[in-house]
Nanobody, 124 residues
Framework: QVQLVESGGGLAQPGGSLRLSCVSD????????MGWFRQVPDKAREFVAS????????YVEDFVRDRFTISRDNSKNTIYLQLNNLEPEDTAVYLC?????????????????WGQGTQVTVAS
């Protein structure tokens, strides 16, 4: 069972920034794509970003592409999501997930392990 632990969430003002981290204990971390999703109550989980196993390819969804950046450090078994210019609509639980393979993937069924999530709240 792979463990993924997110951190870095919290309360931010509109226009502010947060940096989320996700640490994995997966021995195959450097051979797996990773992703970020977000979820609000009573809504479906929403894909945000994905990064390939080596980190050379990253994909961020259109609706946040100009504000969010995904990255990873394979030496630390960690991925990151930099959130800039936050908006109240970004309020959600952000979850990281491990991909089933190397390339970036955008759908939930292509991920096989999930963290518990970290809450991001954007309010003035």
């Amino acid at each position: 069972q792979v463990q993924l632990v997110e951190s870095g969430g919290g309360l931010a003002q509109p226009g502010g920034s947060l940096r989320l981290s996700c640490v994995s204990d997966d021995a195959s971390f450097s051979r797996r794509a990773m992703g970020w999703f977000r979820q609000v109550p009573d809504k479906a989980r929403e894909f945000v970003a994905s990064i390939s196993a080596t980190g050379n390819v990253a994909y961020v969804e259109d609706f946040v592409r100009d504000r969010f950046t995904i990255s990873r450090d394979n030496s630390k078994n960690t991925i990151y999501l930099q959130l800039n210019n936050l908006e109240p609509e970004d309020t959600a639980v952000y979850l990281c997930a491990r991909g089933r393979g190397v390339p970036v993937v955008m759908t939930e069924d292509r991920y096989d392990s999930w963290g518990q999530g970290t809450q991001v709240t954007v309010a003035s």
